[in-house]
Every structure is written in structure tokens, then in C-alpha cells.
């Protein structure tokens, strides 16, 4: 069966420090994978987006990348984070429309 | 592009009242994805429901059910005899196939729903 996994599950950083956050999905093949974000008292907005390995494409501009080195990896890096990059990420991924997974989130506390 | 709102920011019943949470969609795609999650205190999302925009077919799962109405663009869920378990914050989202295999899932801003004893 497919599991998706998203580590860690909280982090407090200060501002101007680097991040990496990882989500890995297993039991499928060339997925599609996603980051969302969460901010304080606000709905999901998808971040970034990737069909395939080194595809990745931003939906919103912001202080943050993302990267997939392998088929089933998917990463969010900052080289600086900023207090407005506070929130609650999910990693999710999905084969087609129907169907979306999501990670258990990861809790990013800027301070 | 595709748009959801859910317009009730919060939600407060007493145990035992039922309680219906709006979804409002627009998208211009004729195939298309609902989908109704439940986000708990932990933060985790929780899968409720899917319906496609072929199937307008109303479901009832215990004490949920969903109304889904293309003519109005709804899609609607109402907890009957809510419980204090039922207290977390219900998102309403929306689905197209962009192509072959492609999709990104949009979502409404959000209804908290606190229940009370």
C-alpha cells in the first residue's frame, strides 16, 4: 500500500536560518507531489507542485523552494526563513484528480 | 481557475443540533472532483467524501451527509445530532484534471466548527 511520510513534525527556528523540509511516498511510482501551507487561522494554499523528477512549478512567489531529486522526494528549503513563513506544511501526493494523500504535516514556528 | 468558498468562517452549535456547512465552487472544467476534509486539532487532514461532477447523487454516511447541486454550484454537508468530537475545522475542496494524470486541489478558506456539551 502507499504511505506517504513528512518529517519532522515540529520545528521552531529563528529567522534568517536555513530549512528543509522532507516527504518521501512509498508503494507508487512517478507521482505527483505537492506542499501546501497552512498559516494561522487560514486555509490551504498549495505552495508548489511536481509531475515528475527536477519539474517543479510555484504557485505563489514567496521565500521558499522546493526541489525533487528523486521520484518519490520531494522537498521545501528556505536559505532564509522570515516570520511570515510560520504555519503548518502538508506534503500530499496523487496519481490523478481523484485522489489526493496527505503527509501528517510538519509545524514551523519562526521565532 | 477554480474557486471555492466556504463562507462561514466559524460555527458554534450545542451537542445534538444538526449543523450544515456551505461549498460554493466555480471552476469552467465540465470533469471535475469534490471533496469535504476534516482537520482535527492535530492538524492532520482527514478524508470525508469525493464526488465527481457526474455523480449528483446525494450521500448519506451516519450521522454526515452531502448535497451536492451543479445548478447552484454546492456542495454542502450537514451533521446531524452533532457531537463534541465533531469540533475541528471542515474544508471544502475542488479538483480538475488539467491533463493526462495532472491535477491540483484548491481549497475553501476553511468553517470552524466548535460543538459544545
Known amino acids: 500500500s502507499q504511505t506517504i511520510h513528512q518529517w519532522p513534525a515540529t520545528l521552531v527556528q529563528p529567522v534568517g536560518s536555513p530549512l528543509s523540509l522532507e516527504c518521501t511516498v512509498e508503494?507508487?511510482?512517478?507521482?505527483?507531489l505537492y506542499w501546501y501551507r497552512q498559516a494561522a487561522g487560514r486555509g490551504l494554499q498549495l505552495l508548489f507542485y511536481?509531475?515528475?523528477?527536477?519539474?517543479i512549478s510555484s504557485e505563489v512567489p514567496q521565500n521558499l523552494s522546493a526541489s525533487r531529486p528523486q521520484d518519490r522526494q520531494f522537498i521545501l528549503s528556505s536559505k532564509k526563513l522570515l516570520l511570515s513563513d510560520s504555519g503548518f506544511y502538508l506534503c500530499?501526493?496523487?496519481?490523478?484528480?481523484?485522489?489526493?494523500?496527505f503527509g501528517s504535516g510538519t509545524r514551523l514556528t519562526v521565532v | 481557475a477554480q474557486k471555492v468558498t466556504q463562507a462561514q468562517t466559524e460555527i458554534s452549535v450545542v451537542e445534538k443540533e444538526d449543523v450544515t456547512l456551505d461549498c460554493v465552487y466555480e471552476?469552467?472544467?465540465?470533469?471535475?472532483?469534490l471533496f469535504w476534509y476534516k482537520q482535527p486539532p492535530s492538524g492532520e487532514l482527514v478524508f470525508l467524501i469525493r464526488?465527481?461532477?457526474?455523480?449528483?447523487q446525494n450521500e448519506i454516511s451516519g450521522r454526515y451527509s452531502w448535497n451536492f447541486q451543479k445548478s447552484t454550484s454546492s456542495f454542502n454537508f450537514t451533521i446531524t445530532a452533532s457531537q463534541v468530537v465533531d469540533s475541528a475545522v471542515y474544508f471544502c475542496a475542488l479538483s480538475e484534471a488539467k491533463y493526462s494524470g495532472y491535477s491540483t486541489l484548491t481549497f475553501g478558506k476553511g468553517t470552524m466548527l466548535l460543538v459544545s456539551p
Open positions: 464526488r465527481n461532477s457526474f455523480d449528483e
Open positions: 471552476t469552467r472544467d465540465t470533469t471535475y472532483y
Open positions: 511536481s509531475v515528475g523528477i527536477g519539474q
Open positions: 508503494g507508487t511510482s512517478n507521482p505527483n
Open positions: 500530499a501526493w496523487s496519481r490523478d484528480a481523484w485522489g489526493y494523500t
